[in-house]
C-alpha cells in the first residue's frame, strides 16, 4: 500500500501565494516506481479537476485555469510532488488532492489539503 500525505494548504487573500507538497510513503517500490504525480482540486458542488501533473521525466500539464500561475515540479528519489501557487484568486479556492501513478497499475490519492483564497 501507498499513502500520500499532503501538506500546505490554507486561507490566504487575493494574490498571495500557497506552496503545497505531497509525500509518497509505504510500499513504494524502487524510487523508479513512482510515475506520474498530479495534482486535482474540487470545489464544492463542481467536478474534480487537473491543476497540473509531472511525469519522472518532468514533462508537465497544466489545467487551462492555471494561466502560468502555478508550477508543479518533483523529486523523484523522495517521491514528493510540490505545487507553488501564485497569484491566487477566490476562484481557486477548492480541496487540492495530491495523486501518484504506481507501476502497478494503480492510482493512489491523499486525503486532499484545503485551500481558502479570500477577495
Known amino acids: 500500500q501507498v499513502q500520500l500525505v499532503e501538506s500546505g494548504g490554507g486561507v490566504v487573500q487575493a494574490g498571495g501565494s500557497l506552496a503545497l507538497s505531497c509525500a509518497a510513503s509505504?510500499?513504494?517500490?524502487?524510487?523508479?516506481?513512482?510515475?506520474?504525480m498530479g495534482w486535482y482540486r474540487q470545489a464544492p458542488g463542481k467536478q474534480r479537476d487537473l491543476v497540473a501533473t509531472i511525469t519522472r521525466g518532468a514533462n508537465k500539464k497544466y489545467g487551462d485555469f492555471v494561466k502560468g500561475r502555478f508550477t508543479i515540479s518533483r523529486d523523484n528519489v523522495k517521491n514528493t510532488v510540490y505545487l507553488q501557487m501564485n497569484n491566487l484568486e477566490p476562484e481557486d479556492t477548492a480541496v487540492y488532492y495530491c495523486?501518484?501513478?504506481?507501476?502497478?497499475?494503480?492510482?493512489?490519492w491523499g486525503q486532499g489539503t484545503q485551500v481558502t483564497v479570500s477577495s
Open positions: 495523486n501518484a501513478d504506481h507501476q502497478s497499475g494503480i492510482t493512489y
Open positions: 509505504g510500499n513504494i517500490g524502487s524510487m523508479f516506481s513512482v510515475r506520474t
